[in-house]
């Protein structure tokens, strides 16, 4: 049945100096056994067709290889048939995991995507981006902006079709609505975490404050420890990388600075304070505890396992679409930032007395 939307000569085989031919909705049609408009219906979810033809349909168009024609659909449904993605190009775990759920739940939708990344000054290449997604048909944009320069450029940027912004924490504007995980409950999350612990001296060693992301993240440490009726002690602002937090743990083995618990501004930044420590002598999570954020892949096999929060990103994505594809069809869709999942591992202890470590030989 593969080979019926093919013509073949009489003696049954294909003419050798024709090219197959990419099968029609009236092939679908004449081997279903059906009419155009039934294949139609089928194909655009309408409800008056029997399960059993459309089961038969559905079939057929897998069996020849049917595909739609997106352009096609699009003049005919008069409903865009494409999302736009803007991304700052940054390689980072968030906003990569992030551009990689859409792009594939976008597809499952049945949506093609046109990702362009903007980059500084932001203000010209956020703008031009729009216009460009805008020109080619997109019915709705998704920006995906971890760092406030971004951000303000798409606020002040003007475009023709919906425009959903992935930021932390970030709020709506007239022309933009925002959509993202809770992270800040996952800093608190993670906070409190120590808390039930025991442990009254958790630093943060933090992301940039330039990303929404390390922004919301201080602030749910903060507010976990207030909320118990703890001052936020020792902050360190870094640039996310281990190798800043390497070099951050080593500082703090130096100056005999380590609390009893840190919480981590991400996952890579605690498997650099843990390698740091690790060379000094300081136990994990005997001396201190940590605790990062992300549960990006391998947390479970660093050393100890890490625990950590978990962010869900094709649940992030699914949900980002859903408001997306809700404002391009005019009807309101629910915005609650899905909440993410502390997971524990054996980074991780109840607190007991500080002990003096014994001085590193040589």
């Not at 009254?200 to 990303?211: E, F, K, L, Q, Y």
């Not at 996952?267 to 002598?281: K, M, P, Q, V, Y």
């Amino acid at each position: 049945m593969a080979d019926a939307a093919i013509p073949r000569r009489a003696n049954g085989r294909r003419p050798e100096t024709s090219l197959p031919r990419k099968p029609t909705i009236n092939d679908v049609a004449q081997v279903a056994g059906v009419s155009f408009g039934t294949v139609s219906r089928v194909l655009n979810n309408a409800p008056d067709v029997s399960a059993a033809t459309r089961q038969r349909v559905l079939q057929v168009i897998q069996d020849i290889g049917y595909r739609r024609n997106r352009a096609a659909t699009a003049l005919v449904t008069n409903r865009s048939t494409s999302i736009g993605i803007v991304t700052d190009g940054s390689p980072r775990f968030g906003p990569v995991g992030t551009l990689m759920a859409l792009e594939n739940i976008a597809r499952k939708k049945g949506y093609a995507t046109t990702v362009i990344s903007a980059e500084k000054p932001y203000d010209e290449s956020v703008q031009a981006a729009l216009d460009t997604l805008d020109d080619t048909g997109a019915g709705g944009i998704i920006v995906v902006a971890p760092v406030v320069d971004m951000a303000s450029a798409v606020w002040n940027a003007s475009c023709r079709v919906p425009v959903e912004m992935i930021a932390a924490g970030a709020s709506s504007s007239p022309n933009v609505f925002t959509y993202s995980e809770n992270q800040e409950l996952g800093a608190r999350l993670a906070t409190q975490h120590l808390i039930d612990l025991g442990h009254t001296d958790i630093a943060h060693v933090a992301g940039s404050m330039d990303w929404f992301d390390g922004r919301v993240r201080k602030r749910g440490w903060e507010a976990a420890l207030r909320d118990a009726g703890l001052s936020p002690g020792l902050c360190l602002e870094g640039d996310w990388s281990p190798r800043w937090a390497y070099e951050t743990g080593l500082q703090l083995v130096r100056e005999d600075k380590i609390p009893q618990a840190i919480f981590a501004a991400s996952d890579h930044t605690a498997l650099g304070l843990i390698r740091a420590f690790a060379e000094n002598g300081v136990r994990v999570p005997d001396d201190v505890s940590i605790v990062g954020f992300d549960d990006i892949e391998g947390s479970d096999y660093f050393l100890p396992p890490l625990t950590t929060v978990r962010q869900d990103f094709t649940a992030l994505a699914l949900m980002s679409m859903e408001v997306l594809i809700g404002a391009m069809e005019g009807r309101e869709v629910d915005r609650t930032p899905i909440p993410p999942t502390l997971v524990v591992r054996n980074s991780s202890t109840r607190a007991t007395p500080r002990k003096e470590r014994a001085p590193k030989d040589g």
